[in-house]
């Protein structure tokens, strides 16, 4: 055959072009051949990036090689497998391993025929190679369409996110000279985490997290620049701001942020000299009121250096929270034993998706198992991440929906 046996995507032809191409060469050598569609698009996006889509298609190499078969990787990330003379059986059993890998999307839910129906399409090649033709022509037009579009918005110059760099060792480091002569404190950004009870719908205040806005600074600095598009790199300049939030914090002489807040923290930076001098410019009553968030990528990396720091903060009395958790990964942590007052845990809407009937319920024992009253619904970008936050029992919630409801009570 012409083509490998799996089609990944080419800068060259599309793979709808060369699906098409495909279809049409077959002409009348379609007997016994068999095609499966699977609708990968209608995955969650989280669950449908590029390295999900890979693995998935290289699930039919074996299938390629003994039923002489080739696998398309559509740019919509659907993948089309069209086979010779495969047992149904076997192409069957192929399609459900692939189903097992997303089986925490909610197009896997379900085992009824319905069901299947929206993760695949079969078509008889030999009976339907005519609309299989149709539907591949379409398919490419449209492809073609968006090709055109996506040319055009790279084109045009105002577009806010075409064209962003990499950050480079460079850059980073023209970055830090120039934040470590510059006043951050107009960069500096708050938000209130508040308590919302089912009483009291009206939020209220608990404290404020501090931080440096990232999207500002790009724009003030380098602006062509995307300033996470490292992780490595973009940790590395996390410290350097932390650096910066604690000096802006130690000359303080705003009284509405002398205590009652969060700052967001590298573990290295707890142990570094500039904690001591904001420690040491605290009053002492304000410690217990400062809430020191870290990230699990953070801690994780290094546990020695991480409880050493847990145990000076705890015996200076600040309060630590695990910051960036996502409901996948809150099973995993063990609050009490790891030392942390707060979780966050970070709300996205496929949270809410629970055809099966047992996320929810597996989700509120992880939350009871933590506590309750020590998690915080972070991100909350509208009332049904409120609403969702209730169902497992939290009170306590941050993000630009809390935000709008506490500037209108």
Known sequence: MAFSPVQSKPKGPSQEYLLLDYLQRLGRSVDGRM????????LRPQNRQEHHIRIAATTFESLSHLYDGQVFTLGSSDLVFICKDAP??????TILKIRHLFNEDPLTFGEEEEDMARFSTWYNVETQHAEMLDLIKQMHRERERKNRVSAARRNDSNSDQAGLKMLTPEQLGKLEDFLARADLSNLMRRQPVCAITPSNPNPQAIFQELYISIDKLRDSILPDYDLASSLWLFRHLTQTLDLRMLQVLIHNDDSTIDSSFSINMNVQTILSPSFLQFDNSLKAVARGTVVIEL????????????MFARDFMRERGYRIALDGLNHQILQFIDREQ??????????????????SGTRLDTLKEHVD???RARLIIARCDSDEAVRFGQSLGSTVYQGHYIDRLLANS
């Open 295 to 306: 990230q699990p990528i953070d801690i994780f990396s290094d546990m020695g250096a991480y």
């Open 88 to 93: 149904i059986e076997d192409i069957d059993a």
């Open 338 to 355: 790891l030392g942390f007052d707060l979780l966050k845990l970070i709300w996205s809407p496929e949270m809410a998706d629970d055809n």
């Open 35 to 42: 095609g499966v569609h699977l609708h990968l698009s209608r």
């Open 369 to 371: 198992r933590c506590g």
